[in-house]
């Protein structure tokens, strides 16, 4: 059973920063051998993609909207895989939801993604 655990949500100004955290476990989980993916999702919105990481290269890769705001990144050792929010916009105000697959392949597409988190809810004020 794999289990994908979201923090690090929260109350914050606009202008100001949030790191995400998901924590990946499981008895035969090999997290290190998974690509690793954020979604967000506001009230009345569909699912949309934010970033991705993949576990062979590190590659990353994030919608344009948050590109040069949003870091993805990983930490193997730790099974963990964060998104560094900064500069954050009202319209960023969503639930974050954390991914991951085996497969390296259409990684901005919110199906197809084996394993999802809970969400964490990230609420910006103006």
């Known amino acids: 059973q794999v289990q994908l655990v979201e923090s690090g949500g929260g109350l914050v100004q606009a202008g100001g920063s949030l790191r995400l955290s998901c924590a990946a476990s499981g008895r035969t989980f090999s997290f290190s051998r998974h690509a690793m993916g954020w979604f967000r999702q506001a009230p009345g919105k569909e699912r949309e993609w934010v970033a991705s990481?993949?576990?062979?290269?590190?590659?990353?890769y994030t919608e344009d909207s948050v590109k040069g705001r949003f870091t993805i990144s990983r930490d193997n050792a730790k099974n963990t895989v964060y998104l560094q929010m900064n500069n954050l916009k009202p319209e960023d105000a969503a639930v974050y939801y954390c991914?991951?697959?085996?497969?390296?392949?259409?990684?901005?597409?919110?199906?197809?993604?084996?394993?999802w988190g809970q969400g964490t809810q990230v609420t910006v004020s103006s």
């Open positions: 990481i993949t576990w062979s290269n590190d590659n990353t």
């Open positions: 991914a991951a697959k085996p497969s390296e392949l259409y990684l901005w597409i919110p199906s197809g993604w084996d394993y």
